[in-house]
């Protein structure tokens, strides 16, 4: 089966919202999503802003618990996606095997220079509903891009 793994930094709010949308999302793909954290704990739950930012979409990720990244979630997964540059540039010297896998989630979509998917720890409910909305539209762009692959193939 083949695995899309989302990186943020500790696994509370923008990898484990991109997960759970892109497992909704996805339509009949087949694909597992997973979603860790460049500094995460292990087994912290999602942070309550993304709970209920999630929950107002009809997704809950009440069950979710953060993991940190490891040598064998990278060498499992299709795509790395971080959410930000300095993810990203973590991932490649961490783990300079799977460098040609990690792109930022915004790569794939129109805009010829990716951006960063800002941090919205601490921020406002109405912070945490942005990057979910901003999330949902990179994935948009992803999930295109992974079926434009499949025809392909």
Known sequence: ???VLFICTGNTCRSPMAEALFLQRQGDMGWEARSAGIFANTGAPASPHSITAMKEIGIDITGHRSQPLT?????????ILAM????AANIC???PEVGNKVFLINAFGTSKVPA???????GTLNT???TRDEIDRALSDLILFIREGQKNA
């Open 128 to 130: 945490y509903k942005r």
């Open 71 to 79: 040598s064998a979630l990278t060498e499992e997964a299709d795509f």
């Open 116 to 122: 960063d998917v800002s941090d919205p720890f601490g």
């Open 84 to 87: 930000s540059s300095n993810h």
């Open 1 to 3: 089966m083949s695995m």
């Open 93 to 95: 010297e961490r783990f």
